[in-house]
């Protein structure tokens, strides 16, 4: 079973804007992982966040994390083409293995 | 390129075959972790191999098998095979279980299997 869901399932918007998904998790975490697939291949790791960090940014992605609620969102700015994919939060506790939500599917128009 | 190396690419077979899974961890990495990724259950975790050890198990079943070799390749072997086992795997590596410093996990391209 899958550790949490994200929201939306689905987004669509134009190029230039951005774009924002969520992700919730079940159980206490070390840190949440977000991956990219691009139809049906491999993921790619985007970012890490640590269970005792609250935002984190690398080049026009932003993630935050708020423990708390067991919530975390990837906001990626500036949208292009290319980003479109699959997005996919991924829990890691002590034991390491990754328990990932649903996915979110970007769409972004030119 | 992750430098994780699945193979096959592609695999369709009948049901009740068996088949093997081949999974080349990145240069340096001890850790092989395999998921499955289905339409309705998205991505599962399915075993954990540290240094030819099983660390942990997901949610695998009793007719998947897998196994780390002395080199770190690993194979998952799916036996008795039903049309639900038909999927993506996904083979992926990391530094090693418990590494505070570097957790990520570094995936491959995956194998896609269809039993018919």
């Known amino acids: 079973s899958q550790q949490g869901e994200e929201d939306p399932q689905a987004l669509s918007i134009q190029e230039g804007e951005n774009a924002t998904m969520n992700c919730s998790y079940k159980?206490?975490?070390?840190?949440l992982q977000w991956y990219r697939q691009n139809s049906g291949r491999g993921l790619v790791h985007l970012i890490l966040?640590?269970?005792?960090?609250r935002e984190k940014h690398s080049g026009r992605l932003r993630v935050t994390l708020d423990t708390s609620k067991k919530s975390s969102s990837l906001l990626i700015t500036a949208s292009r083409a290319a980003d479109t994919a699959s997005y996919f939060c991924?829990?890691?506790?002590?034991?390491?293995?990754?328990?990932f939500g649903s996915g979110t599917q970007l769409t972004v128009l030119p | 390129d992750s430098g994780v190396t699945q193979t096959p690419k592609h695999l369709i077979t009948a049901t009740g075959q068996r088949v093997t899974l081949r999974c080349s961890p990145r240069s340096g990495d001890l850790s092989v972790y395999w998921y499955q990724q289905s339409l309705d259950q998205g991505l599962q975790f399915l075993i954990q191999y540290y240094n030819g050890e099983e660390r942990a198990k997901g949610n695998i079943l009793e007719r998947f098998s897998a196994q780390q070799f002395p080199d770190l390749h690993s194979e998952l072997n799916l036996s008795s095979l039903e049309l639900g086992d038909s999927a993506l795997y996904f083979c992926?590596?990391?530094?090693?279980?418990?590494?505070?410093?570097?957790?990520?996990?570094?995936f491959g391209p995956g194998t896609r299997l269809t039993v018919l």
């Open positions: 966040i640590r269970s005792n960090e």
């Open positions: 159980t206490s975490i070390n840190n």
């Open positions: 992926a590596s990391s530094v090693e279980p418990g590494a505070l410093d570097d957790p990520r996990q570094f």
């Open positions: 991924a829990a890691s506790g002590s034991a390491r293995q990754l328990t």
